[in-house]
């Protein structure tokens, strides 16, 4: 079955450690995005990427990082710098940017 | 202004009532139009896609007013298994995709 894969489903956070969001995507989508949901909020935009090796800030960035080494792949790194990063993450991929987005089951983080 | 808002609701129906959502945009060049659906505390999936000259998926019609820089979610017949977050989403060709923040929906025996 194709589909976008999220691990781990929950994550816990020490103060100023990095941890790292997996998504994989056996879709052949040439983009894929990361989003963040706060509790009773929208979607917003932290990274996306629309091809291999390139990758683009959303509108939240600030305090993550990614990378896009396969097509299939795209971890998210929820770096000591983001000082709030309890939230829940959802990972989408789009065969290209303006057609229709799929979303795998997402990661909650939360911070101990 | 916001670039899409949507009335977050509760929208509290009973089973078999008829229940419209409107969500309006701010950009007059948004090309394409989607509503998803996101049950709590699970990821959004794509519902139907809004068409121009509007379009229906059984219960469902969806609608599009570029006039007034509108989409619409018709839902006849609720059912219990309809409570959700309903999203709305709005694209310029070559930008991302802006997602609303949802209007909730409880469909109440």
């Known amino acids: 079955d194709g589909g976008i894969t999220q691990s781990p489903k929950y994550l816990f956070r020490k103060e100023g450690q990095n941890v790292t969001l997996s998504c994989e995507q056996n879709?052949?989508?040439?983009?894929m995005y990361w989003y963040r949901q706060d509790p009773g909020q929208g979607l917003r935009l932290i990274y996306y990427?629309?091809?291999?090796?390139?990758?683009q800030k959303g509108d939240i960035a600030e305090g993550y990082s990614v990378s896009r080494e396969k097509k299939e792949s795209f971890p998210l790194t929820v770096t000591s710098a983001q000082k709030n990063p309890t939230a829940f993450y959802l990972c989408a991929s789009s065969p290209t940017r303006d057609q229709p987005q799929h979303f795998g089951d997402g990661t909650r983080l939360s911070i101990l | 202004r916001k670039e899409v808002e949507q009335d977050p609701g509760p929208f509290n129906v009973p089973e078999g009532a008829t229940v419209a959502f409107n969500c309006t945009y701010s950009n007059s060049a948004s090309q394409s139009f989607f509503w998803y659906r996101q049950d709590c505390r699970k990821e959004p999936k794509l519902l139907m896609s809004?068409?121009?000259s509007g379009n229906e998926d059984g219960r469902f019609t969806a609608q599009l007013n570029r006039a007034s820089q509108y989409i619409s979610l018709l839902i006849r017949d609720s059912k219990l298994s309809d409570s959700a977050t309903y999203l709305c989403?709005?694209?310029?060709?070559?930008?991302?995709?802006?997602f609303g923040p949802g209007t909730r929906l409880s469909v109440l025996p």
């Open positions: 990427s629309q091809i291999v090796n390139d990758f």
């Open positions: 879709l052949n989508h040439d983009a």
């Open positions: 989403v709005v694209i310029l060709y070559g930008q991302n995709f802006v």
């Open positions: 809004v068409y121009s």
